[in-house]
């Protein structure tokens, strides 16, 4: 039971490359989530997905779009990157978006744009 | 709307002093509390939730309606404590994702 999966874990991109994160849960999680870690500014949702094949914007969604592939997997795509897009990227799942369902976190990718 | 205040970026306490990481919040109806913890080099996991009313290595926190808090508490810092502690809420009504409060960093000195 490896959780939540998240690859890759580091990546450094020049300004106007694309590229996908990906992730996959194998707790059979309804809801997925990816956050972006910044100092001083602390957690912020970009996008979730409370079932497979919903997804909403989160408080930073501009700059990024989502898939959500299956029940496991949530994928986050950086069309264009920016320098403000260098951050650490965390992609969660919970048993649901209602109460009483913590979130249950990948490792992280940390990724820097030049 | 919803929001999570961590009015400390960064908290340093001897070891076996007492510690105590702030948060507040503010939502107008019944929120739901948790603390997560960040050690270095490891993903965010659960440290503890209000519903539960669990002390987990030690931490306890109360929900306090009245002030709006969720005040992470320890009575004897242990130097592995240090770590980031980020404060978060979910309202109970509706299905809406965790908000997160800036964090907290604890460092404990030996």
């Known amino acids: 039971n490896a959780g939540v999966t998240q690859t890759p874990k580091f990546q450094v991109l020049k300004t106007g490359q694309s590229m996908t994160l990906q992730c996959a849960q194998d707790m059979n999680h309804n809801s997925m989530y990816w956050y972006r870690q910044d100092p001083g500014m602390g957690l912020r949702l970009i996008y979730y997905s409370a079932s497979e094949g919903t997804t909403d914007k989160g408080e930073v969604p501009n700059g990024y779009n989502v898939s959500r592939l299956n029940k496991r997997e949530f994928s986050l795509r950086l069309e264009s990157a920016a320098p403000s897009q260098t951050s650490v990227y965390f992609c969660?799942?919970?048993?649901?978006?209602?109460?009483?369902?913590?979130?249950?976190f990948g490792n992280g990718t940390r990724l820097t744009v030049t | 709307a919803q929001r999570v205040t961590q009015p400390e970026k960064l908290l340093s306490v001897f070891k076996g002093a007492p510690v105590e990481l702030k948060c507040n919040y503010s939502?107008?109806?019944?929120?739901?509390l948790f603390w997560y913890v960040q050690y270095s080099r490891q993903r965010l996991q659960l440290l503890l939730r209000?519903?539960s009313r669990e002390s987990i290595k030690g931490f306890t926190a109360d929900l306090n309606k009245g002030e709006t808090s969720f005040h992470l508490k320890k009575p004897f810092a242990q130097e592995e404590d240090s770590a980031m502690y980020y404060c978060a809420l979910r309202p109970y009504s509706g299905n809406t994702p965790l908000v997160f409060g800036k964090g907290t960093r604890l460092s404990v000195i030996a």
């Open positions: 209000h519903i």
């Open positions: 939502y107008s109806g019944s929120p739901e």
């Open positions: 969660a799942s919970s048993e649901w978006t209602g109460i009483n369902s913590p979130l249950h």
